[in-house]
């Protein structure tokens, strides 16, 4: 198939040992964000249903169902459609507790969500994933193109997050004063992985990125802002608290991009618009989640 697009034809340098690296960070990251996790969480959401219920909603339904239907009219090249949608798919990124509790939200409502995103996206992330992508057109077409096995991302997925929230869980619960010191240190370091991972990502192919920023920059700030939307609407028709509208908003917007390049890179062989648009997403939801927060910080 001849690219439609210059985007859809481009591959992003990325050797074994990179990955091995970059799935290696995300595995400390997702252990980081376990460590503040306890059954408590957990039993939260059965006390308090309608907020957590919303959430998921938001999350993963009315998240990857605006994601398509925003590709459908804006057509960008299947290959940024596709990491639309496969940011779309993935659960909600760890920065999300600190900024709900910045923007005086529902922090046990945050933790709860993050809680149950993290640990359902080993089954949610393909299934959205590989549903709305074949949903699309363009992006069906793509999919088969490169002959992606669905079965092979559900273990990949089961891995990266399923092991270590498991071992962060299990920190927790037997290791209590271990796990508040060291989440400590994983919160901030987390997001300096994340970073390092996408200059690492895009240090071989600065130019690309460079040349396509223009256009990234437009399609993100759509689907970030599309993403913001979903759950603040979702909050205010559901007749939430305020405190629960912020986190649904913060929940809805912060997605684990991280996930995302890993998938990436290691099932699609780092096509250009999938890594571009996933990466450039990653850094853009810190900047309008932080100035949100900031914003409803000040304003309440």
């Known amino acids: 198939m001849t690219p439609a697009n210059p985007l859809d034809a481009i591959r992003l340098n990325f050797s074994p040992n990179d990955l091995l690296l970059l799935n290696l960070a995300l595995a400390l990251i997702m252990y980081g964000v376990a460590l503040d996790l306890r059954w408590a969480d957990f039993r939260y959401l059965a006390r308090n249903p309608k907020g957590f219920i919303l959430g998921v909603f938001s999350q993963f ?46 922090t046990a409502l945050s933790v709860s969500l993050t809680a149950f995103s993290s640990v359902s996206a080993i089954v949610l992330t393909p299934l959205n994933f590989s549903l ?3 949903l699309y057109a363009p992006t069906a077409g793509l999919l088969k193109e490169i002959e992606l096995n669905i079965s092979e991302v559900f273990f990949t997925v089961a891995v990266i997050l399923g092991i270590p929230l498991i071992l962060g869980i299990l920190t927790r619960q037997f290791f209590d004063s271990i796990a508040t010191q060291a989440s400590k240190i994983l919160k901030p370091l987390s997001i300096l992985i994340f970073a390092a991972f996408v200059v690492l990502a895009f240090s071989g192919n ?95």
């Not at 949608?85 to 529902?106: D, E, H, M, R, Y």
């Not at 608290?241 to 991280?258: F, H, M, R, Y």
């Not at 099932?267 to 996933?278: D, P, V």
């Open 61 to 106: 339904l009315l998240l990857p169902f605006l994601t398509w239907a925003l590709v459908s009219v804006i057509d960008p090249p299947p290959s940024v459609a596709l990491g639309m949608i496969l940011v779309a798919a993935c659960p909600g990124g760890n920065v999300s507790n600190f900024l709900t509790n910045l923007t005086k939200g529902n």
């Open 132 to 134: 709305w992508a074949g």
């Open 206 to 300: 600065f130019d690309l990125f460079v040349k396509y920023i223009g256009q990234i920059f437009l399609w993100v700030l759509a689907h970030n802002l599309i993403a913001l939307s979903a759950g603040f609407l979702t909050g205010k028709l559901g007749k939430l608290p305020l405190a629960d509208v912020k986190t649904l908003t913060i929940e809805t917007g912060i997605q684990n991009s991280g996930l995302g390049l890993v998938l990436i890179f290691t099932y699609f062989e780092g096509l250009g618009g999938m890594a571009i648009i996933t990466a450039w997403w990653g850094i853009w939801h810190l900047i309008s989640g932080m100035s949100i927060a900031t914003f409803w910080k000040k304003l309440t």
